[in-house]
């Protein structure tokens, strides 16, 4: 089969066996229309959108061959039933802020909430923002059944100021969405510095999915440092995939996450470049949504402002399991691992470990709170030589919440250039703490709370003759049993102490 354009010929039938480009699509469409015989110029000179906008049509697949397409309006399609855009290494130049004709927001705009397409694909589009004053929103999409987008690459910061390359949505419970390979490395510039100043808060997303109600993947998506949030897909309703990929340097967070069981798994986030305007960038926020989880993802932050945690479990966030995740932290700013936030469900941290070495701070923080949601710690290590900062944010893990628990969990914290550092500092109620290890400059295990209760557990302070456990005043029914404390308990004045079969070296 031979695709036709528009111009003069119609629009060519569909059929299957063909060998062109993209010819294993053709039976999922009525119509295919190759968009240079139908006039789009494909040397980057003049806007195709006028072309596209004739041709437009229902049940059609519009094919884009080799070349550059320049877009200086948007082009707008809704209510739908089913339409594919694919290109074969074609390269969508879009004009800069000045010349962009009509309202400076997308290139495309595919189905809208109140009037969403039913099936879309988008496929195989390098899009050049390299020139000045350049960078657009590619694609927006709302779509109620099925939704395809693979391969979308964008070169060149994002410098105009308008919104930022992506924006998806599925608009019923029971569509689904893939995202795949949708990469903005280059990530983009604060509004404020942009021709757009004035008129944006902060500046671009680098994909939004704030309305998403179906189930939406996100798979190996590569986004550099936006202004405002990377991944931001929040929606309560709805069900989010995260999986693979690398997410760097976004203002805000570089993953936020919400959903009935969302999730994000086997990425990469890091944080090594920060620029003026950033006062936080967090690895992953969890939030609005219950079964929230992280599974196998690799944190680096070496660049911190404070406030970027690695990963903070918002007040919102229902329920969250945090499993084999590696976070690495570093630098000359206080920062903290994970947080979980006072209002927080209950949270299961398992497995992975956490390397902390920045100038201070808590590698696992459990906000204090009248909650009585279950935190779980169990087969994780904390490690690393935080320190130039002997004031304040200098435990390993501090958890103010009552009901906590800790199991096979190891804390070494030697501190750097002298600095004390205690391990794991108990000042809620009621925490069971059980097979642990720990180890700090100063106090290995700090216990401020009312029946804690440590057992089988390795307590040895780095300072010699320094005890490992230290009891605060007035605390009531701390238990240890069968523990190994090296130097016994430094005991201030707490009441109703309980000790079974410890070893003091």
Request: with cysteine; hydrophobic share 30%.
């Amino acid at each position: 089969m031979t695709v036709a354009g528009v111009a003069g010929v119609g629009l060519a039938s569909a059929a299957s066996g063909t060998s062109e480009p993209f010819g294993q699509y053709y039976d999922d469409y009525e119509n295919v229309v190759d968009v240079v015989e139908a006039g789009a110029d494909d040397t980057g000179t003049e806007s195709i959108t006028p072309v596209l906008e004739e041709v437009r049509a229902d049940q059609t697949l519009f094919v884009f061959p080799e070349g550059k397409y320049y877009m200086d309006e948007q082009f707008r399609f809704t209510g739908f039933d089913n339409i594919g855009f694919v290109g074969e290494n074609a390269t969508l130049v879009p004009a800069n802020y000045h010349d962009f004709d009509g309202p400076r927001f997308r290139l495309f705009r595919l189905g809208v909430s109140y009037r969403p397409g039913d099936r879309l694909r988008f496929e195989g589009f390098n899009v050049d923002q390299t020139a000045p004053d350049t960078g657009i929103r590619v694609i927006e999409a709302a779509i109620a059944q099925q939704l395809e987008v693979r391969d979308i690459s964008i070169a060149g910061e994002h410098d105009s100021g308008t919104w930022g390359p992506g924006m998806f949505a599925i608009t019923d419970p029971s569509g689904h969405g893939t995202v795949e390979r949708f990469r903005a490395p280059d990530g983009g510039l604060h509004a404020d510095e942009t021709p757009n100043a004035g008129n944006m808060w902060r500046g671009p997303i680098g994909i939004e999915a704030n309305t998403n109600v179906g189930h939406l993947e996100f798979r190996d998506c590569e986004l550099g440092g936006f202004p405002d949030n990377g991944l931001y897909a929040v929606n309560d309703e709805g069900q989010i995939t995260v999986d693979g990929g690398r997410f760097a340097n976004s203002n805000g967070a570089n993953v936020r996450l919400g959903g009935e069981g969302s999730q994000i798994k086997n990425a990469t986030i890091e944080v090594d470049r920060t620029r003026s305007y950033d006062n936080s960038q967090r690895g992953i926020r969890l939030e609005n949504g219950d079964e929230l989880h992280v599974d196998d993802v690799e944190i680096s932050i070496t660049a911190p402002q404070p406030t970027s945690h690695a990963i903070s479990v918002m007040n919102s966030c229902e329920t969250a399991r945090i499993e084999d995740t590696t976070i690495e932290i570093s630098g000359e700013q206080v920062n903290h691992g994970i947080v979980v936030s006072p209002q927080a469900g209950y949270t299961h941290i398992v497995g992975g470990e956490i390397v902390h070495e920045p100038a201070g701070g808590y590698p696992i923080w459990i906000r204090e709170t009248d909650t009585q949601d279950q935190i779980l710690v169990e087969l994780l290590d904390v490690s690393g030589e935080a320190g130039v900062t002997s004031a304040g944010f200098r435990d390993g893990i501090r958890c103010g919440r009552n009901n906590c628990r800790f199991s096979h969990v190891t804390v070494d914290q030697p501190g750097r250039s002298g600095v004390d550092r205690n391990g794991l500092v108990i000042t809620g109620d009621e925490a069971t703490i059980y097979k642990g290890t720990f180890r700090a400059s100063q106090y290995p295990y700090v216990d401020q709370g009312n029946g804690n209760h440590l057992r089988n557990s390795d307590a040895e302070s780095y300072r010699d003759g320094l005890e490992g456990v230290r009891l605060y005043p007035d605390i009531d029914g701390p238990e240890f049993r069968v523990n190994r404390i090296v130097n016994g308990i430094d005991d201030l004045g707490a009441n109703d102490v309980l000790t079974w079969r410890n070893t003091y070296e």
